[in-house]
T-cell receptor, first 107, second 113 residues
Framework: ELKVEQNPLFLSMQEGKNYTIYCNYS?????LYWYRQDPGKSLESLFV?????AVKQEGRLMASLDTKARLSTLHITAAVHDLSATYFC???????FGAGTRLTVKP | DTEVTQTPKHLVMGMTNKKSLKCEQH?????MYWYKQKAKKPPELMFV???????INESVPSRFSPECPNSSLLNLHLHALQPEDSALYLC????????????FGPGTRLTVT
């Protein structure tokens, strides 16, 4: 059974700092998704990564995929308060989600 | 228009009731999805429709019955639910099933009493 592990589960950051969220998965896959969810809200698609070595960037967020290591990263550059949310990765056609990383950015 | 709409926003139902959740998109997407999300947990995929045909059923109990009447509409019929079925039910759509960005609706918050 496909397992998806995210870490850290909780992340408290200072504004202006950089950090990385990791998403490991247990079986071969070359499709990985990142989502953002604000409290009490629905999910917003951030990135779709479809091949080994894929890198996508949007604003202060950059996502990458290493299918050989079964690892995706979501890198946050110079965090701002607006990035506070829960971030999920999800893998493959079955859309198996990681547990989520609850990010809080403090002034 | 990149919007997925869901009705109702909130639903309270008893264990003997029958109700339906509705989802609609007008983006021409051919894949539509139902997810269940419990509080502080990740979403769990329930059903996937591709070209109006049920593509994936993640072994969901039969008290949940999906229906895709046309390419824009997705329903989830509910019958004899249990209190543990209380959750946020999310609908999503994507251009096609594999490897495409999913657009999520706002969800229906369901409480079973």
């Amino acid at each position: 059974e496909l397992k998806v592990e995210q870490n850290p589960l909780f992340l408290s950051m200072q504004e202006g700092k950089n950090y990385t969220i990791y998403c490991n998965y247990s079986t071969t896959s070359d499709r990985l998704y990142w989502y953002r969810q604000d409290p009490g809200k629905s999910l917003e698609s951030l990135f779709v990564l479809l091949s080994n070595g894929a890198v996508k960037q949007e604003g202060r967020l950059m996502a990458s995929l290493d299918t050989k290591a079964r690892l995706s990263t979501l890198h946050i550059t110079a965090a701002v308060h607006d990035l506070s949310a829960t971030y999920f990765c999800a893998v493959d056609n079955d859309m198996r989600f990681g547990a989520g990383t609850r990010l809080t950015v403090k002034p | 228009d990149t919007e997925v709409t869901q009705t109702p926003k909130h639903l309270v139902m008893g264990m003997t009731n029958k109700k339906s959740l509705k989802c609609e998109q007008h983006m021409g997407h051919r894949a539509m999805y139902w997810y269940k999300q419990k509080a502080k947990k990740p979403p769990e995929l329930m059903f996937v429709y591709s070209y109006e045909k049920l593509s994936i059923n993640e072994s969901v109990p039969s008290r949940f019955s999906p229906e895709c009447p046309n390419s824009s509409l997705l329903n989830l019929h509910l019958h004899a639910l249990q209190p543990e079925d209380s959750a946020l039910y999310l609908c999503a759509s994507s251009q096609l099933k594999d490897g495409w960005e999913q657009y999520f609706g706002p969800g229906t918050r369901l409480t079973v009493t």
